[in-house]
């Protein structure tokens, strides 16, 4: 069994917990809200716009044995620039004010989880940020596209208000693939306990963003 196989069967529990977060169920069956929509969306926002400025910090603390990660960080880099901006359109598409949302704090469990990841890198060993790619990418691939086409249908939005989801569905699977052929190269055993340990804290921190969406929204109507 190579590195990426282990990593995903011993985060099974914490990846299982994610997914009852309330707001799954509740887009799944067609009951969730614009609201709830836009509260999704700008958190990401909120943790997105940071994707880019954590790499390049993970890349800055790798050291010289492992250059050919530092490479891979480049790739992701030039991947990932610019995403946050597909959320703030997105966010314009549903009839929101997308400045509104750039100026907006993020919510607390968004903040925690930002936090952390900048934490292990400054403080821990980097190579943990891995970690969280695990988890922000493997839950996207695996119920971004199930959101968006029920998001559609419930809520009557158009195409056009889906191109981050969709750009991390199912189409993006060349990017599990890429990733689970870069953890398998790791084999110091670690480096491969801290990225377990660093999944396992972003699935249970990525979670409670989730949870908090609605009692967000609910305190904003009130």
């Given amino acids: 069994m190579g590195f990426f196989d282990t990593l995903q069967s011993t985060t099974r529990t914490e ?3 994610l997914f009852t977060a309330p707001i799954f169920s509740k887009t799944l069956s067609g009951a969730a809200t614009l609201d709830d929509y836009i509260a999704f ?4 926002y909120h943790h997105v716009k ?11 603390r790798l050291p010289e044995k492992q250059e050919w990660l530092r490479t891979a960080v480049a790739e992701y880099i030039e991947e990932e620039i610019g995403h946050q ?7 314009a598409v549903c009839g929101y004010d997308k400045e509104t949302i750039r ?3 993020p919510a607390r469990a968004t903040e925690l989880m930002i936090a952390y990841a900048y934490d292990r890198i400054q403080r821990g060993n980097p190579i943990g940020f891995f970690g969280m790619v695990h988890v922000l990418e493997g839950t996207s691939i695996s119920t971004a596209d199930n ?3 029920s998001l559609k249908q419930s809520l009557s939005l158009p195409e056009s208000a889906f191109s981050y989801l969709r750009s991390h569905g199912a189409l993006d699977q060349q990017h599990v693939k890429f990733f689970a052929e870069l953890m398998d190269q790791v084999i110091d055993p670690d480096d491969q306990a801290q990225i377990i340990h660093c999944a396992r804290m972003f699935y249970y921190l990525y979670g409670e963003i989730f949870r908090s ?3 967000r929204y609910e305190s904003v109507r009130e």
């Fill in 15 to 17: 990846r299982e917990q």
């Fill in 41 to 44: 969306l700008s958190q990401a």
């Fill in 50 to 60: 940071h994707t880019v400025p954590l790499l390049m910090a993970t890349g800055s």
């Fill in 85 to 91: 901006e597909w959320i703030l359109n997105d966010i």
């Fill in 103 to 105: 100026t907006s704090q």
């Fill in 147 to 149: 959101v968006a086409s």
């Fill in 213 to 215: 969406l609605e009692a």
